[in-house]
Structure formats: structure tokens, C-alpha cells
């Protein structure tokens, strides 16, 4: 299924029924959630005003899973989410999001080929960059926020920022790894 090429078409009837259109026959959510697993992106559409639907359809698949006790979203992840909403950080974090996800996809696939190797203490490739990313990344969010501790903006004659300030967004990166480590496991 993963080896078909462009997304699979799924066309929403206004009965709301979904329907697949390469196999010409109407799929469940659970369906869909079964095809993404398989590695294939789907994109799904109102059949009659053609708007993508696709996002509304995969915060709904998480959300069934997230009700049935399948957590994989801690309630802090949750609510740093809907904080994102409401404060500057909203453009930092799709960004980021995406980013950690494809160094979490890239750190799985190594950490697969290190076991097939026999070699299971190899560790996860490409910590120190995620380390790295993370920390730029916070720097940038807290930089010029009111009430941050983060540096902020680079603006000649601005103070350096102080051993404090260093060692809040050392904190803050531990805790965000920490988080990132357990939506791993």
C-alpha cells in the first residue's frame, strides 16, 4: 500500500460517509488511521465543495485514540498546545513539531539498523543534533517575549544574557527532552 505514488483520494459525501476512491468503496476511520500506518498519506475532500478536510480528519483519528486510552499526548503536551494558540510561539511550533518528528523518524530507523547490527547500545543517532536544534529553537520562541527569561533579540548594545537566564533555558530544554523522550517510548 506504502508504494503507491501521491496521496490516497478519500472523497466525504454530504451523508458525511467517507469513500476511497481507488478502491471504490466507502472506508471508516479506522480504515484510514490503518492506511496511514501503512505509510500512506491521505488527503481527504468535501466532495461537493472540494475544501480539504484532511486536518479536521486526523485531529478527529487522534482524538478517537486519545478517548479509547491510547495516550500518547501527555495533558502538559496538551496544554502547551492550546497555550501555542494564544502567544507568539505559534509560527515557531509547526516548525518545530515537524522537525522533531522527522529527527524522531530518521533516530527510529538508525536505532532499527544499530539492532539489526546486534549492536542495541548504540544509543539514539542524532541526540546531539536534536540537543542542538531544541536549544536554538528556545532561544529563538523566548527571544524578545515580555516575561521571558530568554535572551533577547540581538540589538547592538543589548546586555548579554545572564548566568540566570542561561541556566532557565537549560532547564527549560531539559524538560522539553524529557517530554520529547517520553512521547518516544
Do not use: C
Amino acid at each position: 500500500m506504502a508504494d503507491k505514488t501521491g496521496p490516497l483520494l478519500i472523497k466525504r459525501y454530504a451523508s458525511r460517509r467517507l469513500y476511497n476512491t481507488e478502491t471504490s468503496d466507502y472506508v471508516t476511520l479506522e480504515d484510514i488511521a490503518a492506511f496511514i500506518r501503512a505509510g500512506r498519506e491521505v488527503q481527504i475532500v468535501d466532495l461537493k465543495t472540494g475544501d480539504d478536510l484532511t486536518r479536521q480528519y486526523l485531529l478527529q483519528i487522534i482524538a478517537e485514540h486519545e478517548s479509547r486510552g491510547e495516550n500518547v499526548l501527555p495533558v502538559n503536551v496538551l496544554n502547551d498546545l492550546v497555550r501555542t494558540y494564544t502567544t507568539q510561539a505559534q509560527s515557531f511550533v509547526p516548525q518545530f513539531l515537524a522537525s522533531s518528528f522527522e529527527m524522531l523518524r530518521e533516530g527510529q530507523e538508525k536505532m532499527i539498523e544499530n539492532l539489526g547490527a546486534m549492536n542495541p547500545m548504540a544509543g539514539v543517532p542524532g541526540f546531539e543534533a536534536m540537543r542542538k536544534q531544541q536549544e536554538a529553537f528556545l532561544k529563538q520562541m523566548m527571544s524578545g517575549w515580555k516575561g521571558s527569561s530568554g535572551p533577547a533579540p540581538d540589538h547592538e548594545g543589548d546586555e548579554a544574557p545572564t548566568s540566570d537566564d542561561l541556566a532557565e533555558i537549560r532547564k527549560q530544554l531539559a524538560d522539553l527532552q524529557s517530554k520529547l523522550s517520553k512521547l518516544a517510548k
